[in-house]
Structures are given as structure tokens and as C-alpha cells.
Nanobody, 123 residues
Framework: QVQLVESGGGLVQIGDSLRLSCALSGRTFTEYTLAWFRQAPGEGREFVSCINWNGAQRFYADFVKGRFNISRDDTKNIVLLQMNSLQPEDTAVYYC????????????????WGQGTQVTVSS
């Protein structure tokens, strides 16, 4: 079983940038997809971004395109989410997820999740 631990959340102002990090430990996979989701108070968990097993393809939700960037460093077993031009509607708990999946696109389901890190953008 793979463990995922998010870090880097905090309180920022409108327009600020923030970098989230997710560290993977325990059981590892030779081929896996990594993703970020978020959940605002009273809302369901929604997809933010994903990066495929070899980093060749990246996908973003429409509401973060042009502002967020996902990357991975398999030598360090981490996935990053660089968030720029943050807005109040970005306030949420951000979760990272992993799935042993080989493909160009991202899988629809993930079986490994972190505990989340809070991101709050002041208004």
C-alpha cells in the first residue's frame, strides 16, 4: 500500500501563489498516475489536475487552466501542484491521489489518497 502525504497549504491573499507537495512512501509502482483533487466546504470532491505515468501528458480542470501547473519527480517520489493567481473560490482542502495505471490519459478512479492540506485564499 502506498502512503501519500500532502504539504504546503496555508492562508494566502488574492493573486498570491502557493506550491503544494505530495510525498509518496511505502509500496511503490513502476507505472502510476498522480492527480490532485479538492473539496470546498459543503461541496463534493472535484478533479483539479493529473499527470500520467511517465509525465508526458497533463490534464487540468477548466477552472484552473492557465493558473495551475502539475509536475512530478519520480526520483524523489513527489508530485507538485504550483498554484498561481489564487482566488477565493480556490479555497478548499486539496488531496493528492495515485493509481497504478499505464496509459496516456488519466484513470477515472484512484485507490490511494492523502489526508489533504488546507488552502485558504482571503477575500
Amino acid at each position: 500500500q502506498v502512503q501519500l502525504v500532502e504539504s504546503g497549504g496555508g492562508l494566502v491573499q488574492i493573486g498570491d501563489s502557493l506550491r503544494l507537495s505530495c510525498a509518496l512512501s511505502g509500496r511503490t509502482f513502476t507505472e502510476y498516475t498522480l492527480a490532485w483533487f479538492r473539496q470546498a466546504p459543503g461541496e463534493g470532491r472535484e478533479f483539479v489536475s493529473c499527470i500520467n505515468w511517465n509525465g508526458a501528458q497533463r490534464f487540468y480542470a477548466d477552472f484552473v487552466k492557465g493558473r495551475f501547473n502539475i509536475s512530478r519527480d519520480d526520483t524523489k517520489n513527489i508530485v507538485l501542484l504550483q498554484m498561481n493567481s489564487l482566488q477565493p473560490e480556490d479555497t478548499a482542502v486539496y488531496y493528492c491521489a495515485a493509481e497504478p495505471f499505464k496509459g496516456i490519459n488519466c484513470p477515472t478512479r484512484y485507490h490511494h489518497w492523502g489526508q489533504g492540506t488546507q488552502v485558504t485564499v482571503s477575500s
